[in-house]
């Protein structure tokens, strides 16, 4: 299957400071890659979805002043969590989706997940 | 209602049980299902996609009942290895995957 990978899989940081996380398809383009949330003994919750070369579209509530995403190539896209506070300590999770008509089209797979904690 | 509706469980069987979960989700328009299984503090990965004519992979077993709203996953002979949080997902468009909580499964020796 597809192989997506996550950097940095874990990151302590102090308040206020800004942690950039990225995402990579590793053997296939991704035209769309999706950013998740999931807090302990909670559902992952989509924060944004990114397509390449264009704005990502912020799911309601999420503030995307607060977390910045870039998705410059077919292969990576950076989520950035500015000035992050103890709120912010969860574990993110990217997804890809293969490019249209061929294969991984359909289905999400999975970064490993960055864990973060704001001290 | 919530849009993925699943029993946290814990759901906890004997090697060799067979146990099912079920899931409902609210939007009679959702187009692809799937479980995913997700093990302590790693990423979901997709165990089965599930199809109306249900489907099948090995010990497991996944239903869709579209009039219902509701699926299902069937283990059996569950192992060991089977101890995880089974996530139901639904794919409602193109782009967006909603999650359930998750039923977690405990096996025990």
């Known amino acids: 299957g597809a192989v997506v990978s996550q950097h940095p899989s874990w990151v302590i940081c102090k308040s206020g400071t800004s942690v950039k996380i990225e995402c990579r398809s590793l053997?296939?383009?991704?035209?769309?890659m999706f950013w998740y949330r999931q807090f302990p003994k909670q559902s992952l919750m989509l924060m944004a979805t990114?397509?390449?070369?264009?704005?990502?579209?912020?799911e309601q509530g999420v503030e995307k002043d607060k977390f910045l995403i870039n998705h410059a190539s077919l292969t990576l896209s950076t989520l950035t969590v500015t000035s992050a506070h103890p709120e912010d300590s969860s574990f993110y999770i990217c997804?890809?989706?293969?490019?249209?008509?061929?294969?991984?089209?359909?289905?999400?797979?999975f970064g490993p997940g960055t864990r973060l904690l704001v001290l | 209602r919530k849009e993925v509706e699943q029993d946290p469980g814990p759901f906890n069987v004997p090697e060799g049980a067979t146990v099912a979960f079920n899931c409902t989700y609210s939007?009679?328009?959702?187009?692809?299902f799937f479980w995913y299984r997700q093990d302590c503090r790693k990423e979901p990965k997709l165990l089965m996609s599930?199809?109306?004519s249900g489907n099948e992979d090995g010990r497991f077993t996944a239903q869709l009942n579209r009039a219902s709203q509701y699926i299902s996953l069937l283990i059996r002979d569950s192992k060991l290895s089977d101890s995880a949080t089974y996530l139901c997902?639904?794919?409602?468009?193109?782009?967006?995957?909603?999650f359930g909580k998750g039923t977690m499964l405990l096996v025990s020796p």
């Open positions: 599930v199809y109306s």
């Open positions: 997902v639904v794919n409602s468009g193109y782009s967006t995957l909603t």
């Open positions: 990114s397509n390449e070369g264009s704005k990502a579209t912020y």
């Open positions: 997804s890809a989706r293969g490019l249209a008509g061929v294969k991984y089209q359909e289905t999400q797979y």
């Open positions: 053997d296939f383009q991704a035209t769309t």
């Open positions: 939007n009679s328009a959702s187009q692809s």
